[in-house]
């Protein structure tokens, strides 16, 4: 028996060519799905904040009213609906939090009353600054824009 016998063993490895193919499919799979991911993370933050506008401040502002007889104004803003401003009737808390909760964004809520964005249908303004976190522009969300997909 030959005890220095080579034996060819073949070793189980990629090549530099298929290790490439597979970087290169995995590459086209991310740009054309993260996007899209992206996308959808946009659109789910601007229904948010038209939940929490219509659903959340809505709610609680219509609460206000029935309580109290009347809207907060301006000054008195969202805070009125957290902590007592010693008005005769209020009932609240109306919003179950301690502090008024910011858009999706990290930014807080605009509120006028009587509103400043038109005169005839809503009596009161909330906006949303949206996702450029500028006010007054085509991403601002307020309470005056088309229902949130789920109210429908």
């Known amino acids: 028996m030959n005890r220095f016998r080579t034996h060819k063993t073949k070793m189980a490895a990629f090549t530099?060519?298929?290790?490439?193919?597979?970087?290169?499919?995995?590459?086209?799979?991310a740009a054309v799905i993260v996007p899209r991911f992206f996308g959808r993370s946009q659109e789910a933050r601007m229904a948010a904040a038209k939940q929490t506008i219509v659903g959340t401040f809505g709610i609680?502002?219509?609460?206000?009213?029935?309580?109290?007889?009347?809207?907060?104004t301006t000054e008195e803003g969202l805070q009125v609906l957290i902590q007592d401003p010693q008005i005769k009737n209020w009932h609240g808390p109306y919003i179950k939090s301690t502090s008024i909760p910011l858009d999706p964004w990290g930014n807080q809520y605009q509120y006028n009353y009587p509103s400043q964005l038109t005169s005839s249908e809503f009596l009161y303004d909330i906006i949303s600054a949206g996702p450029d976190g500028t006010l007054g522009n085509n991403d601002d969300i307020t309470n005056h824009d088309n229902p949130a997909p789920n109210e429908k």
């Open 16 to 29: 530099l060519i298929e290790l490439l193919l597979v970087i290169t499919i995995i590459s086209v799979l």
């Open 60 to 72: 609680a502002l219509d609460l206000f009213e029935q309580d109290t007889g009347r809207y907060p």
